[in-house]
């Protein structure tokens, strides 16, 4: 595999660049294809055509996406029962499989392909459990459940794991230590850990875990080094809407890909990127 993120990591590369992009894929590349997320071929082929127009050097397979269209699975459940029935879908599962496999071997040896599933509480959450009704041991057993589908592609050229978590009013100690499980995956397998954050606030609810690398997509470039831990940001509303970034010797440019801008203005931001790299 490329290594890219680690090598940042290790102060071996100035300038990384992780850009979030499964929307943008889907709308530009695959028309908003209904088969988007039950066709893992069209999926692993519109996600690389896409990066061959932006050039991340990280692409995610973004479980947050898929779990998201299939949520109906989890309907007229409860608690854990929600969690097991998305988790259990034979076809969920077969698609997923398919289109990992197809992602890491065409691109693991040119970027860094990574996993990225939202945090336990976020997923219940989308399966529509009630906040309130969210305690650490249903988060525990929603860790332990997602850490089971991981290890199914323990045998692919896989970087890392992301876990995107959000601000649902959960317990912040109750959710990092559920993700604990998690991150011990990771570190068993040799991937990456990281967190996607929404906010730097909620970055600092999560001082607990030590993920290797937060990324945090509204944050101002300026801010990456306020952290006391590698960050990943700057590539915010702001940027896609024509802001220059200032000049900064060494960062991770991490954001997502706005799908509702004009696909050429898009172009022409990826190409500042480039040319900021020049520099």
């Not at 906010?199 to 101002?220: G, K, M, V, Y």
């Amino acid at each position: 595999m490329a290594g890219l993120v680690k090598a940042w990591l290790a102060g071996e590369s100035q300038r990384l660049l992780w850009l979030a992009f499964e929307e943008y894929a889907r709308k530009v590349f695959a028309s908003n294809h209904p088969a988007w997320h039950t066709e893992p071929m069209r999926y692993a082929a519109g996600i690389a055509d896409a990066n061959k127009v932006l050039g991340s050097q990280v692409v995610s397979f973004d479980f947050c996406a898929v779990f998201a269209t299939h949520a109906g699975l989890a309907a007229n459940n409860e608690g854990m029962k929600r969690v097991s029935a998305l988790l259990d879908d034979a076809a969920l599962k077969a698609f997923s499989a398919d289109a990992i496999a197809a992602l890491a071997h065409q691109l693991s040896s040119r970027v860094d392909v990574v996993l990225q599933i939202p945090s336990p509480s976020a997923l219940l959450v989308m399966l529509g459990e009630a906040p309130a009704n969210i305690d650490f041991d249903m988060m525990d057993d929603t860790a332990t459940a997602l850490t089971e589908l991981l290890r199914g592609f323990a045998s692919l050229p896989i970087a890392g794991l992301v876990v995107a978590l959000s601000d649902n009013g959960v317990e912040p100690g109750d959710e990092a230590e559920a993700c604990e499980v998690l991150q011990a995956l990771a570190a068993h397998y040799d991937w990456l850990f990281a967190l996607r954050l929404e906010s730097a606030a909620l970055a600092e609810n999560f001082d607990d875990l030590t993920p290797d690398i937060r990324l945090i997509p509204s944050l101002e470039l300026s801010r990456l080094d306020n952290h006391g831990a590698p960050t990943g940001g700057g590539l915010n509303s702001d940027f896609w809407s024509g802001s220059d970034l200032p000049p900064v010797a060494r960062a991770c440019l991490y954001g997502d890909v706005p799908a509702d801008l004009d696909p050429k203005l898009i172009v022409e931001r990826v190409n500042s990127l480039v040319e900021m790299s020049r520099l």
